[in-house]
């Protein structure tokens, strides 16, 4: 995953270079990055776009932590709009995101080791052979697979 941090001049002066930085675990600064959003009380935060983090975003729509996103393709490099969501009392709807499965430690978990989290308040995401889903649609399915974060 590469990400656009701006534009310089070169030694010379005479081009402009293109500064761009390469993460290791992409998920996880998508995770990151809404994370600190919420302790900012940012109203959205922006990432960069990929089919994963998009996936991700539309879990965490459909379960209510998140309000909605938009791809923008303004620039170069598309990048991914995740708008938060806040109760009445101005408090993050997402208490919690940790990612689980790591590129050094790869969790996999078969569907009858999957436990609710905090009590069916939270959720797990699932990346299967069927596509990334919840822990509960993947108990359901009877499928297994990489957990790749929870939230609650």
């Not at 983090?53 to 539309?58: P, S």
Request: charged share 30%.
């Amino acid at each position: 995953m590469f990400e656009r941090v701006g534009v310089e001049r070169d030694v010379a002066g005479s081009a402009e270079v293109e500064l761009v930085i390469m993460h290791s675990d992409p998920i996880a600064d998508f995770l990151t990055r809404i994370r600190n959003g919420y302790r900012a009380k940012k109203e959205y935060i922006d990432a960069p776009h990929s089919k994963m983090n998009e996936a991700i975003a539309a879990i965490l729509k459909q379960e209510g932590f998140v309000g909605g996103f938009e791809i923008m393709k303004d620039s170069s490099f598309p990048t991914l709009r995740v708008h938060l969501r806040y109760d009445q009392q101005k408090k993050p709807l997402m208490r919690h995101i940790r990612r689980i499965s790591k590129p050094g430690l790869r969790i996999y978990k078969g569907y009858d080791e999957l436990q609710p989290v905090a009590s069916g308040m939270g959720t797990r995401i699932l990346s299967t052979n069927k596509g990334l889903m919840t822990d509960r649609e993947a108990r359901k399915r009877k499928v297994g697979g990489e957990v790749i974060c929870e939230v609650w």
